[in-house]
């Protein structure tokens, strides 16, 4: 936009206008405030309970059990399928090491009896077991089953 100044000369106006910024910046603000909160509720344990009692146990005789194993170690999480420990370097690579390993062991199976037994430690934050549920869902199980301690005297030393 131009102005006359008193000599009558046309000179641009240098204002800018910043108030489309502010807006931009406390967008970016609450967006990340709101991002922050969702990540700090991953970290939230998961209570297993110490006499479930309703639990009950449906394997067939001579029926292959695809079992997920995940245990704490250290401040990392050890993730195993079977007696078969899985190691990565980063989780994104863990995943997917996982689901091959599912894969492999369902496969032979019919789409029906497709069936991963996910077993996790109690110490385990739901942001490190995170990683073994993606793993059954990148594979090809068709369903899965949560094991609970069921007796705590039964644990072998």
């Not at 910024?21 to 922050?36: G, S």
């Not at 449906?58 to 993730?79: C, H, M, N, R």
């Not at 032979?108 to 077993?119: A, Q, Y």
Request: aromatic share 8%.
């Amino acid at each position: 936009m131009y102005l006359k100044n008193r000599k009558g000369f046309r000179e641009s106006s240098s204002s800018f206008n910043v108030t489309p910024i502010i807006d931009i910046v406390f967008l970016l603000i609450i967006f990340f405030l709101v991002v922050c909160q969702f990540i700090e509720a991953e970290n939230f344990p998961v209570n297993v309970p110490e006499d479930c009692e309703f639990a009950i146990s449906d394997d067939e005789p001579g029926s292959q059990v695809t079992t997920l194993t995940v245990i704490k170690s250290g401040e990392k999480a050890d993730f195993a399928v079977g007696s078969e420990k899985i190691t990565a370097d980063t989780y994104p690579e863990v995943v997917h090491k996982l689901a091959e390993v599912i894969d492999e062991r369902l496969r032979p199976l019919p789409p029906d009896r497709r069936i991963v037994t996910l077993r996790i430690d109690k110490d385990i934050c739901f942001d490190q077991a995170q990683y073994a549920l993606a793993a059954v869902a990148e594979s090809i199980a068709a369903d899965i089953k949560i094991a609970a301690l069921k007796d705590k005297t039964a644990q072998s030393p």
